[in-house]
């Protein structure tokens, strides 16, 4: 079972890649919770099971063009670990389709028996 450092950084590894789905299909739990800082007209702030986080992740990569990602991490504590992340997007859809912009959020997750089964995003949207 992998500890909460393997588990950190293949997360960070696979998210360099945009491999958005081979972490999920990984590391996730089946009861997954996933918390955004706020909810979106396509989207609620809190997301459970594993395959509304698969069609979470889908929305995301079906609605943005991802130029690049960088993670930082992880920061262990206990049973938790936190990632940062650096974005450079452009949106395909809605109110901000075709524009590009940055965005840095962190990711608080938490593990139980080699799993992640919490997460939560930090960021701001102002």
């Known amino acids: 079972m992998p500890d909460i450092m393997e588990i950190g950084k293949a997360i960070v590894s696979l998210c360099d890649q945009q491999e958005y789905m081979e972490a999920i299909e990984r590391f996730y ?46 920061y262990p504590h206990g049973d938790r ?27 608080l997750y938490t593990v139980k028996n080699g799993k992640i089964v919490h997460e939560e995003f930090f960021y701001s949207m102002g």
């Open 81 to 107: 670990f936190i990632l940062f992340f650096k974005l450079d997007v452009t949106a395909k859809a809605g109110p901000m389709s075709g524009q590009r912009f940055q965005m840095e959020e962190a990711a």
């Open 29 to 74: 739990a089946d009861d997954i919770v996933s918390v955004e800082a706020s909810a979106g007209p396509d989207m609620p702030a809190r997301t459970e099971g594993i395959e509304a986080i698969k069609g979470k992740t889908r929305w995301w990569v079906e609605n943005h063009t991802v130029h690049s990602t960088e993670a930082k991490g992880p």
